[in-house]
């Protein structure tokens, strides 16, 4: 049927549980709130997302297990994330068609169907605010160390595809960081150089100039750091090509990475279409 909506979310550790999150990061936990009443609204039938935390070597992985079930301890930071449940259902016919439009297009995407693997912490903490009832089926996508900003970019072209033609309602979420050149001190924030970089590009994003994000991106990724190397940006705006309304949602800090919540929907603002 359609792409409802696409996000661009954080999933900063000191948020997993929202009763511990920092008064410095309030505005992002208010900020997902908004958003998952916006998703709540729409009603989905299924929540497409990318996660900088897990990371394939080689191939695009998409998680079609028809059901997800476990219990997160983060490796990265096990102090903040430990013993954390999570459960929602899968969707592997879709998770399948995911999988064969990404091979017919020539590129290296696996399928990945296994109940005993267990999700990375950038797939659990926006989805516990996201779908707090884990009442939405979900499909996971990994960030690909091989693959460059443009081989990401037109996987997510695929993956818009599919889901538009699809008979399901369908959200994408793109889950990471803007710059993140990591600090110790969760409360610091990016440098004023990183600070200048993020705004111009959220400002591209604010005034649904997806062209123009796009052109940034390679540059902006390196001086910048951003996350998985601007990876899960290049998918997002892959899958939203076409004419998308942005709204900016809240910004937050965490050890000197830049979180942002925002929201993509489909709009009719002038065509937002990439030239890859």
Not at 162 to 188: I, T, W
Request: hydrophobic share 40%; net charge negative; with cysteine.
């Amino acid at each position: 049927m359609s792409i409802e909506l696409g996000l661009l979310v954080p999933h900063t550790p000191r948020m997993c549980h929202e009763e511990q999150a920092p008064a410095f990061q309030k505005e992002l936990v208010r900020s997902m709130h908004e958003a998952a009443d916006v998703i709540a609204s729409l009603k989905p039938d299924v929540i497409v997302l990318i996660s900088c935390h897990w990371m394939s070597s080689f191939h695009h992985l998409v998680d079609a297990t028809p059901h997800h079930k476990g219990i997160l301890t983060a490796f990265e930071c096990p102090e903040l994330i430990s013993d954390v449940p999570y459960e929602y259902p899968g969707d592997e016919q879709l998770g399948s068609r995911l999988v064969e439009a990404g091979q017919q297009a020539g590129l290296s995407v696996v399928k990945v169907n296994d109940p005993t693997y267990v999700w990375d912490y950038g797939t659990v903490v926006p989805l516990r605010y996201l779908v707090p009832k884990g009442d939405i089926p979900v499909i996971d996508l990994s960030v690909t160390w091989a693959a460059n900003l443009e081989e990401t970019y037109q996987w997510g072209q695929q993956v818009g595809k599919v889901l538009r033609e699809s008979e399901k309602r369908a959200v994408f979420v793109s889950s990471g960081a803007l710059s993140h050149n990591l600090v110790r001190g969760p409360e610091v924030m990016p440098s004023i150089s990183e600070q200048a970089l993020d705004k111009q590009f959220l400002d591209y994003l604010n005034h649904n100039d997806l062209q123009s994000a796009w052109k940034m991106l390679p540059q902006y990724a390196k001086a910048a750091s951003v996350e998985s190397g601007g990876r899960h940006l290049a998918m997002l705006l892959g899958v939203l090509e076409g004419n998308y309304t942005s709204k900016y949602y809240g910004y937050g800090q965490s050890s000197a990475s830049a979180n942002v919540v925002m929201t993509f929907q489909p709009g009719s603002t002038e065509s937002a279409h990439i030239t890859a």
